[in-house]
T-cell receptor, first 113, second 111 residues
Framework: NAGVTQTPKFQVLKTGQSMTLQCAQD?????MYWYRQDPGMGLRLIYY???????DKGEVPNGYNVSRLNKREFSLRLESAAPSQTSVYFC????????????FGPGTRLTVT | GEDVEQSLFLSVREGDSSVINCTYT??????LYWYKQEPGAGLQLLTY?????DMKQDQRLTVLLNKKDKHLSLRIADTQTGDSAIYFC???????????FGKGTMLLVSP
């Protein structure tokens, strides 16, 4: 089992460019999440999907869109990248409750110049 | 609203015990979690505790929960240099699949 995988590992964008971060899991998780991690800010939830076909906003959704393509895949899209979106992005998945422990991917380090 | 707070930094010597502390504000927390993040990696789940438990032990790790004070701690016995990492506590609320994370405690273990 690969667990939670993310592509790409690193990306540099120019301001205004668009890109999609990919996430896939083979752990049969119902719920999937996208976070960003910035120094001194901890982890902040961008969007999540509690089940296939549903998505909800988290704490910092502005400037992002998501797609839950199927149970395995949850993508994050930046339509017009801004320097403020320079960050490390993590995808995670979790199974049924009540514990909801989340399992994380290795992250994508994004720099917007 | 919910909030999870941790001290930012802890430095210990190899072989000592480390205690990382966390406080949370929401009394409806159901599960509390500890994650470890090594440099350049994702978060790794270490352990979790149900809110009606006081203690959980797993090899070198001991989790203590004081519900009255809303205080959670992670004790690492015989700390090794490989334990150097950022440790995050997190809480989940009843009926919700999302977690709220603290900002993380950087543990530095010196030889």
């Amino acid at each position: 089992n690969a667990g939670v995988t993310q592509t790409p590992k690193f990306q540099v964008l120019k301001t205004g460019q668009s890109m999609t971060l990919q996430c896939a899991q083979d752990m049969n998780h119902n719920s999937m999440y996208w976070y960003r991690q910035d120094p001194g800010m901890g982890l902040r939830l961008i969007y999540y999907s509690a089940s296939e076909g549903t998505t909800d906003k988290g704490e910092v959704p502005n400037g992002y869109n998501v797609s839950r393509l199927n149970k395995r895949e949850f993508s994050l899209r930046l339509e017009s990248a801004a320097p403020s979106q320079t960050s490390v992005y993590f995808c995670a998945g979790s199974g049924e409750g009540p514990t909801y422990e989340q399992y994380f991917g290795p992250g994508t380090r994004l720099t917007v110049t | 609203g919910e909030d999870v707070e941790q001290s930012l930094f802890l430095s210990v010597r190899e072989g000592d015990s480390s205690v990382i502390n966390c406080t949370y504000t929401d009394s409806s927390s159901t599960y509390l979690y500890w994650y470890k993040q090594e440099p350049g990696a994702g978060l790794q789940l270490l352990t979790y505790i149900f809110s009606n438990m006081d203690m959980k032990q797993d090899q070198r790790l001991t989790v203590l929960l004081n519900k009255k004070d809303k205080h959670l701690s992670l004790r690492i016995a015989d700390t090794q240099t490989g334990d150097s990492a950022i440790y995050f506590c997190a809480e989940s609320l009843s009926g919700y699949s999302t977690l709220t994370f603290g900002k993380g405690t950087m543990l530095l273990v010196s030889p």
